[in-house]
């Protein structure tokens, strides 16, 4: 959504969810709430967080890696 109108599906552009409240990319117009990113948020928000999303923190997901005790042991007795 710009100022001059929406691109998206023939000129519609749909409103903000509830989950994007407190986005920095939520922009009012005279017609009602939209998104500068995304013309269809609800669709970014069906799988989990929207990625285009400012107010969301992301914590990495990966896991530490498995340490051999046998490796280990013998490392530490060097």
């Known amino acids: 959504m710009t100022a001059s109108g929406c691109s998206y ?3 519609i552009c749909h409103e903000t969810v509830e989950h994007c409240d407190g986005c920095n990319r939520k922009t009012e117009y005279t017609s009602g709430w ?7 948020p609800s669709v ?22 498995k340490i051999n005790p046998l490796k280990a042991s013998k490392r530490a007795s060097r």
Not at 34 to 40: K, M, S, V, Y
Not at 48 to 64: E, I, L
């Open 9 to 11: 599906n023939g000129g």
């Open 44 to 65: 970014k928000w069906k799988s989990g967080h929207c990625n285009m999303a400012t107010h969301v923190s992301r914590q990495a997901t990966g896991s530490k890696q």
């Open 34 to 40: 939209f998104c500068t990113a995304c013309p269809e």
